[in-house]
């Protein structure tokens, strides 16, 4: 069993779950239903399959919905079905316990245009106007080929044409404003996205590409506030993310770094619940993690920065950013007088390392062999093992001659061990350190 980690909702912290990879309790599913599609939308292109979290209680209801993946114009169709689905109870030790687990929607009708030639698209809208003169769908869908080719000018003739025969219709106003912004029309742009929130005042998208224009004008505090106010009439995951990167951007450009930082931590916390069932081939969850951790320590704020540093460990425990964060963890841990916790996950790291070697040793797998012998070096160089920390560095280059980093670990150690010539030869092969850095360490060497 899991527990939502640090930054979640707080009622969700007090709940133990279980999670379950999307797709592998599907099949428990008592009760089924599918999003009924919104008629502003019906025949628009793409449509595309949509992941959607569901916390389901101990007699089987799903009482919370979170679309994570997937169009954003089907977000609440989405989000409304899966909250109508029944699940049989999962049991452990014959007592029901609460699930967290995810639902793919797929709506049966996939872009057209996914896997035929780029030559072929116009083609293909042309003949769904041809079908239907009238269709305000159809134009809109001639525009959306000629503004994903990038061709905005045709994009803005098409879009236009749909507004005159559907002039409340929001998509068709988001439409013209994006071609109108690829053209770099920005206040045009902007007259768009601000007419399609009139028309659709929950329209993620045009809350977003109005600050995106208001940026370009330089009017980076009203763009802050349409970033906030995308924030929160956002329903999918992933358009949260979208939202509180810009958020985290415009606070930064106003220098008001901890709410840039606070910012960036919600996209940490969304990348987390869209790899908990989603598998991490959907987000970087554990880069989004050590990220916010070295910028919450880069201000000071320490157990912040654990929490994340624990988060990137947990969530990929042999990803590169994990195998860093157990060595700035270590070093924290130390500095707090916790001795015995640094060392856990030094030897950790050490083991991990050791287990990884043996593989790709019988692979031949160079590139990964140096990786292994370098983060093996490193947990033992911060315990204190120097010598088998520099045969694991040299052998980590090796392995990988182009690689500066253990270069530059290595000059660090032989500094630290006295041999300042040696240093000042890997800290040059490392390419990562100036000529002033160099001519300090020859300094302090000759002077001791």
């Known amino acids: 069993m899991l527990a939502y980690p640090a930054n979640m909702e707080s009622e969700r912290e007090k709940v133990q779950v279980v999670y379950i990879k999307s797709g592998e309790y599907q099949s428990a599913a008592a009760k089924k239903t599918d999003p009924e599609i919104p008629p502003s939308i019906d025949g628009v292109w793409p449509m595309i399959r949509t992941l959607v979290e569901v916390t389901i209680d101990e ?13 954003s114009l089907l977000a609440k169709a ?3 079905a899966a909250l109508q689905w029944k699940f049989r109870p999962y049991r452990i030790s014959g007592k029901p316990v609460r699930v967290i687990t995810g639902i793919w929607f797929s709506l049966g009708f996939p872009d057209p245009l996914e896997g035929q030639p780029r030559s072929s698209w116009i083609d293909i809208a042309q003949k769904q106007l041809e079908n239907n003169p009238q269709s305000a769908v159809a134009l809109y869908n001639i525009g959306y080929v000629y503004e994903r080719g990038n061709n905005y000018q045709k994009a803005d003739e098409w879009f236009k044409k749909a507004i005159s025969k559907a002039p409340s219709w929001a998509l068709a106003h988001q439409g013209l404003g994006e071609a109108y912004y690829g053209m770099r029309q920005y206040n045009e ?35 802050l506030q349409f970033f906030l106010k995308a924030s929160e009439v956002a329903i999918k995951a992933k358009d949260k993310m979208a939202a509180y990167q810009n958020i985290s951007s415009s606070y930064r450009d106003l220098g008001k770094l901890e709410e840039s930082v606070d910012a960036d931590s919600k996209i940490a916390d969304y990348a987390w619940r869209i790899h908990q069932i989603g598998g991490e081939e959907l987000t970087y969850v554990s880069e989004e993690a050590i990220s916010v951790a070295l910028k919450y320590e880069k201000l000071g704020k320490t157990e912040k920065a654990i929490a994340y540093y624990r988060r990137a460990i947990e969530a990929k425990p042999e990803r590169e950013a994990a195998l860093r964060a157990r060595l700035i963890l270590a070093a924290l841990h130390k500095k707090q007088g ?22 790709h040793q019988a692979a031949k797998d160079d590139y990964n062999i140096s990786n292994c012998y370098f983060w093996r070096g490193c947990a033992r160089e911060a315990l204190g093992q120097n010598q088998a920390a520099l045969e694991d560095l040299k052998n980590a280059i090796k392995h990988n001659r182009s690689w500066g980093e253990p270069h530059l670990h290595l000059g660090y150690l032989y500094q630290k061990l006295g041999d300042v010539k040696s240093a000042v030869k890997e800290f040059r092969l490392s390419q990562m350190v100036d000529d002033d850095f160099i001519r300090q360490v020859e300094s302090q060497g000759k002077s001791n």
């Open 338 to 359: 916790r001795q015995t916790e640094a060392e856990g996950l030094l030897n950790e790291l050490v083991a991990l390392s050791d287990a990884a070697l043996k593989d």
């Open 59 to 71: 007699e089987g209801n799903v009482v919370d919905a979170l679309p994570l993946i997937g169009s």
């Open 189 to 223: 742009a902007l007259e768009c996205f601000q007419r399609a929130i009139q028309l659709q005042p929950d329209y993620f998208s045009a809350y977003l590409h109005s600050g995106w224009c208001l940026v370009r004008l330089r009017r980076e505090a009203e763009a």
């Open 78 to 80: 989405t989000q409304t």
